[in-house]
């Protein structure tokens, strides 16, 4: 016959410490989630319609990074290379629990930038043929997520990427402090591929937009390296 104590001690943990327990398991699992899978970001400003709007909130997947770099056409959120933010609205403080949250990931933070590929490392990226349209290793592309293709018809810039870089713009070209308008910066306007935090992989919000991002086949013809 069982002894009281061997009795209390096939009871288990107190309600009350099972669940400090369940919540300190739940919020690793939320930290491994947001460092090695997925973490929520939203849009702070206009330098992505009408692809993504302000405020839209999204998943951003790290997975495709493991084994591999950002491809042409992908939208990745990136670190600030340097100056890149500044002079931007600064995001709202969030509250105390907000801030918890956006720490774990479970709440969507807005002080990176977003934007989407276009040359990857090796490739040269130019502005523009006589129709308005980028270059990218002697290929033109055409954009049907651009808002207006027109508006950097006058910009002239050749570069090459660097290996391990990306040069990445806003579809909303007119309103993008993107890789082309930082060619004077110390780094070319280039960004590195260390400082991609994810892949823009699905909108959560708002309901009524909810959904991936599509795929984009602008890049489909693009030679792997430039012409000789």
Same mark, same amino acid.
């Given at each position: 016959?069982?002894?009281?104590?061997?009795?209390?001690?096939?009871?288990?943990?107190?309600?009350?410490?099972?669940?400090?327990?369940?919540?300190?398991?739940?919020?690793? %699992?939320?930290? $491994? #989630?947001?460092?090695?899978?997925?973490?929520?970001?939203?849009?702070?400003?206009?330098? %992505?319609?009408?692809?993504?709007? #302000?405020?839209?909130?999204?998943? $951003?997947?790290?997975?495709?990074?493991?084994?591999?770099?950002?491809?042409? @056409?992908?939208?990745?959120?990136?670190?600030?290379?340097?100056?890149?933010?500044? @002079?931007?609205?600064?995001?709202?403080?969030?509250?105390?629990?907000?801030?918890?949250?956006?720490?774990?990931?479970?709440?969507?933070?807005?002080?990176?930038?977003?934007?989407?590929? =276009?040359?990857?490392?090796?490739?040269? #990226?130019? +502005? +523009?043929?006589?129709?308005?349209?980028?270059? $990218?290793?002697?290929?033109? =592309?055409?954009?049907?997520?651009?808002?207006?293709?027109?508006?950097?018809?006058?910009?002239?810039?050749?570069?090459?990427?660097?290996?391990?870089?990306?040069?990445? %713009?806003?579809?909303?070209?007119?309103?993008?402090?993107?890789?082309?308008?930082?060619?004077?910066?110390?780094?070319?306007?280039?960004?590195?591929?260390?400082?991609?935090?994810?892949?823009?992989? =699905?909108?959560?919000?708002?309901?009524?937009?909810?959904?991936?991002?599509?795929?984009?086949?602008?890049?489909?013809? $693009?030679?792997?390296?430039?012409?000789?």
């Amino acid at each position: 016959m069982a002894t009281s104590k061997e009795h209390r001690q096939r009871r288990g943990l107190p309600i009350w410490q099972e669940s400090l327990l369940l919540i300190a398991i739940a919020t690793v %699992m939320a930290i $491994v #989630v947001k460092s090695f899978f997925l973490q929520a970001f939203y849009i702070p400003s206009e330098s %992505m319609q009408p692809t993504l709007l #302000v405020n839209d909130k999204l998943l $951003v997947q790290k997975v495709s990074l493991w084994t591999g770099e950002p491809d042409r @056409g992908d939208i990745v959120v990136f670190d600030d290379p340097g100056g890149w933010l500044a @002079g931007q609205a600064e995001p709202s403080d969030p509250n105390f629990l907000q801030k918890g949250l956006e720490t774990i990931g479970l709440f969507p933070t807005g002080d990176h930038l977003i934007k989407r590929v =276009i040359g990857v490392g090796g490739d040269r #990226v130019q +502005c +523009c043929d006589g129709s308005g349209r980028l270059l $990218v290793n002697g290929e033109p =592309i055409d954009e049907p997520y651009v808002l207006d293709p027109t508006v950097i018809r006058d910009t002239e810039f050749d570069v090459l990427v660097k290996e391990g870089y990306l040069w990445v %713009m806003g579809d909303n070209r007119g309103n993008s402090a993107d890789s082309s308008k930082h060619l004077g910066d110390p780094g070319g306007g280039q960004v590195s591929v260390d400082d991609v935090v994810g892949i823009a992989w =699905i909108r959560v919000w708002p309901l009524n937009r909810l959904g991936g991002l599509g795929d984009v086949d602008a890049f489909d013809d $693009v030679p792997d390296s430039p012409p000789s």
